[in-house]
């Protein structure tokens, strides 16, 4: 079964704050895929990254980072300095390389950051 | 820059009665996907497309539900005999090439609301 938990239901903090937000995943797939997506309130989400299983390399975006680490099974992002738009809802997923997911996203159930100017 | 465009926003319905809703994806985009969010939680994969074939769908996806994609370009997403259980956020997204590891364009959505 995959799954992904993102313990974190909803984060405050205040600007220039920074924050972390947590996912946690299952598979028994070797290949797979990580995501996180923003929804802001208008409602779309918007992708912000895609991670392979096989690579295991952190990455930075301006003001976001990933942290990929297999022996955990962990996909944490990092927003330094944070913004109040980054006020939103981020969601991690997962995709399946092989078996019954194949071709669909599971999705955590979301984490709700409020930035307070 | 068209994105994924999705009609209607909203649609408020009595049970019992049926609703057809409709996305438009990327136009070159040759995989169309339906998820449903309720409140709260994340979308759940419903359905998807591969031009105009359908691939997988969902064990969530009942008899009442049907999805279509007849000329490979847009979608309708249809509930029959609606139930209040499908109030939710309807979501179609869309994707280039046959890769699984690609990002997903979403539209805004279509709020259900069954009375």
């Known amino acids: 079964a995959q799954k992904v938990t993102q313990a974190q239901t909803e984060i405050s903090v205040v600007e220039k704050e920074d924050v972390t937000l947590d996912c946690v995943y299952e598979?028994?797939?070797?290949?797979?895929?990580l995501f996180w997506y923003k929804q802001p309130p208008s409602g779309e989400l918007v992708f912000l990254i895609r991670?392979?299983?096989?690579?295991?390399q952190n990455e930075i975006s301006g003001r976001y980072s990933w942290n990929f680490q297999k022996s955990t099974s962990s996909f944490n992002f990092t927003i330094t300095a944070s913004q109040v738009v980054d006020s939103a809802v981020y969601f991690c997923?997962?995709?399946?390389?092989?078996?019954?997911?194949?071709?669909?996203?599971?999705f955590g159930k979301g984490t709700k950051l409020s930035v307070k100017p | 820059d068209t994105g994924v465009s999705q009609d209607p926003r909203h649609k408020i319905t009595k049970r019992g009665q049926n609703v057809t809703f409709r996305c438009d994806p990327i136009?070159?985009?040759?995989?169309l996907y339906w998820y449903r969010q309720t409140l709260g939680q994340g979308p759940e994969f419903l359905t998807y497309?591969?031009?105009?074939?359908?691939?997988?769908k969902s064990r969530l996806l009942s008899d009442r539900f049907s999805a279509e994609r007849p000329k490979g370009s847009f979608s309708t997403l249809e509930i029959q005999r609606t139930e209040q259980g499908d109030s939710a956020m309807y979501l179609c997204?869309?994707?280039?090439?046959?890769?699984?590891?690609?990002?997903?364009?979403f539209g805004s959505g279509t709020q259900l609301s069954v009375l």
């Open positions: 997204a869309s994707t280039e090439t046959g890769s699984l590891n690609e990002k997903l364009f």
């Open positions: 598979t028994r797939d070797t290949t797979y895929y």
């Open positions: 991670r392979n299983s096989f690579d295991e």
């Open positions: 997923a997962l995709r399946g390389n092989y078996g019954g997911s194949q071709g669909n996203l599971i």
């Open positions: 136009s070159e985009h040759n995989r």
């Open positions: 497309f591969q031009n105009e074939a359908q691939l997988e």
